[in-house]
């Protein structure tokens, strides 16, 4: 990055204390001023970027969107360690330059590596990296908020190159950036990591897969042989792809245009926006959580995720004194925008609709029906049927059928229709998992009680496909389909292993479903999971 003092030494700016704004997470903020908001930055984009120490001023940015080839522009909104003072960077300023058409990239310079090759002056501590880690994306959040930068904005956090042959060092790094990235899902916001390809970016490559490891959304590697592409040795072609990548190609050079000159880094971006996790995301901040009723007092939860694992700690209570139900299923039945309960008396058989809050609560029940004891793994199936409103499946113990129950208008469901015929009942753990093939259709997947194998049953007009096996479940129960937990394009599924109660995320591929990675503790006296 263009950081004066980490480039030709000189004495960087360091802020007076800063003025933390009130942080309310995405999941629960008053959205009635979000017309006005801007787009989140950069948002969908590829091609030529450059980066300045200081934020151009109003006319030099319109005159080089008239006479340059970039559309993009790096703006440094914050950190101990940021180099240039930044006069013009002002919100007014930031929305101009958007308004303009100028896609925005903010970057965070923050602590360094205690191994770092450059001159420094405010280091990580690794025995507190994660805890500076959280506050630094806390404060770059306050930044860009201050600025107009609207949540799903992607914050770059600016660590430059270092020693990843020192294993404390490179240990501190790590631990900083994982709480950086996870701070910034817990607040609306995406990580992106700039570094050299050397160092900070190959470390990222070696934990990409690492359990319990927040790894940033989006990567920006300085490899500096201007060669214009975001391919690059060290990363493989399945990491950060697609739309996920950025490359600084050239550092600090002077560029003019329009009789206007500047002294630059020049970057290629090919970034696109994540698709949300809607299927699963209670909190509403883009994730996919994880609701659960623990069954000695009846309480039920949600658990929030990150992309990478389930934040125990951040638990929320939804509502207690469930415990006499059963068949529970979350679905935005009144298609407000807010998850809602569909939950079963165990002993009466009555149905009832729970509408969701923008608290995170649930509102008055509804009944939509007297006794559905004879129904057994109700499942939320999404838009079955396509007509807009969100399905619900269930099997019918008396003749093994499975049949559909429409959503309608006025939060009910209309007139069922069986969607596959024979025993079901030698199924069990029914989970939607959303268009898992990627074909329009959503899909279905079940274990089958016997052998243990889980099937995926692909959805069609009117039914499903044959089956298709995608390995063993034995010894796992709560599978649950979670739409796309870690938001890499593809639907994935978590469920419970009975004998020690982790829970386990099991990532969609083009191929099927991935090796499960423990991603929480704790639920074995947690079940059902919705």
Known sequence: MNVPWLKRHRKRLVGAAVVLLSLTPLAFMNTAGAAAALPPQPGNFTGYGFDACTAPSSDTMATWLKSSPYRAAGIYIGGVSRGCAQPNLTADWVREQINRGWKLFPIYVGPQATCTKVAKKSLINNAAAASQGTAAATDAVNQARALG??????????????????????AGVLSFMSAWSARLHDLGYLSGYYSSAGSGIADQVAVYNKAGYVRPDYVDFARWDNKVTVSDPVIPAGYWSPGRRMKQYQGGHIETYGGVSINIDTDYLDFRILPPAKQSDWT????????????????????????????????????GSKGGMDQLVRMDLNRDGLPDLIARNRKSGAVYFYPGLSSGKLGTRKQLYKDQRKLREFTSIGDFNRDGYPDLLA??????????????????????K??????????????G????????????????????????????????????????????????GVGDFDRDGYNDLVAVQSSTGYLFLYRGNPKGLSAGVRIATGYKGRSPLL
């Not at 009846?298 to 939804?318: D, H, K, M, V």
């Not at 003749?399 to 006025?410: A, E, F, I, M, V």
């Not at 069986?418 to 989970?431: H, P, S």
């Open 149 to 170: 930068l609207s949540p799903q904005s992607v914050l770059i956090y600016d660590m430059e190159a270092y020693d990843s042959n020192n294993a404390a060092c490179k």
């Open 284 to 319: 509403r901040n883009g994730w996919s959580d994880v609701v659960a009723l623990t069954k000695s007092t009846g309480n039920l939860f949600t658990y929030p995720g990150n992309g990478s694992f389930i934040a125990e700690n951040q638990r929320a209570l939804i509502a």
């Open 395 to 416: 099997q019918q113990i008396s003749n093994g059928n499975l049949y559909l129950y429409p959503g309608k208008s006025g939060a009910k469901f209309g007139t069922r």
């Open 418 to 431: 069986a969607v596959a015929y024979g025993n079901w009942n030698d199924r069990t753990e029914f989970a």
């Open 433 to 480: 998992i959303g268009d898992f093939n990627r074909d329009g259709y959503q899909d279905l997947v079940v274990k089958e009680i016997k052998s243990g194998y889980l099937y995926l049953y692909r959805g069609k007009s009117g039914g499903f496909q044959s089956r298709l096996k995608l390995g063993s479940a034995s010894g796992l129960r709560d599978l649950l």
